[in-house]
């Protein structure tokens, strides 16, 4: 009997790394996360989990009402695993640090496998155009919650509340 032919890439089978664009949005859409505060806070959480290795975020943008993540996990992470971790480190951080008593997020998140370049790159257009879309920005670089704008003004040297990083009144940050 003839073996039937294998058609995926033997390196993908065994790949333990898995990227994905994620989105979570706030209860009820409550504009939670439009305060420089609370989206200051959630890139805290953001860079917390990646400094301790939990996974790595190639992108991502904080809008008022939801978050897009393009992240990857790896083996010993699902994609469940690491969207608690930001959802409830976020939801834990404002509930202790701001007296926050209301419900954070909605139930559940949406992902999407990033398989392929042509992939990846479709979402890192729509993370750096979403916040143009929503009429809070002109360009990427001026939206400061988002990965482009934080290394960007990483790049020039800039630090979080300092004089000569402010533009249009917004405070900028590193990632």
């Given at each position: 009997?003839a073996?039937p032919?294998?058609?995926a890439?033997?390196?993908?089978?065994?790949?333990?790394?898995?990227?994905?664009?994620?989105?979570?949005?706030?209860?009820?859409?409550?504009?939670?996360?439009?305060?420089?505060?609370?989206?200051?806070?959630?890139?805290?959480?953001?860079?917390?989990?990646?400094?301790?290795?939990?996974?790595?975020?190639?992108?991502?943008?904080?809008?008022?009402?939801?978050?897009?993540?393009?992240?990857?996990?790896?083996?010993?992470?699902?994609?469940?695993?690491?969207?608690?971790?930001?959802?409830?480190?976020?939801?834990?951080?404002?509930?202790?640090?701001?007296g926050?008593?209301?419900?954070?997020?909605?139930?559940?998140?949406?992902?999407?496998?990033v398989?392929?370049?042509?992939?990846?790159?479709?979402?890192?257009?729509?993370?750096?155009?979403?916040?143009?879309?929503?009429?809070?920005?002109?360009?990427?670089?001026?939206?400061?919650?988002?990965?482009?704008?934080?290394?960007?003004?990483?790049?020039?040297?800039?630090?979080?509340?300092?004089?000569?990083?402010?533009?249009s009144?917004?405070?900028?940050v590193?990632?």
């Open positions: 009997m073996r032919s294998r058609n890439d033997p390196g993908s089978i065994r790949a333990s790394a898995r990227t994905f664009f994620a989105t979570a949005k706030t209860s009820m859409g409550r504009r939670l996360l439009q305060s420089e505060r609370n989206a200051l806070l959630l890139i805290d959480v953001l860079r917390s989990y990646v400094a301790q290795g939990r996974f790595q975020l190639h992108d991502f943008v904080i809008m008022p009402d939801h978050i897009h993540l393009l992240i990857t996990v790896d083996s010993g992470m699902s994609i469940e695993l690491a969207m608690q971790l930001v959802k409830g480190g976020f939801s834990y951080r404002l509930k202790k640090e701001t926050y008593l209301g419900e954070v997020w909605q139930r559940g998140f949406s992902e999407v496998r398989e392929d370049s042509e992939s990846w790159e479709q979402h890192r257009r729509y993370i750096a155009e979403n916040p143009i879309k929503a009429g809070l920005c002109t360009s990427p670089n001026q939206y400061p919650y988002c990965f482009q704008y934080l290394i960007e003004q990483k790049t020039r040297g800039l630090k979080p509340g300092s004089s000569s990083s402010r533009s009144g917004t405070t900028e590193v990632p």
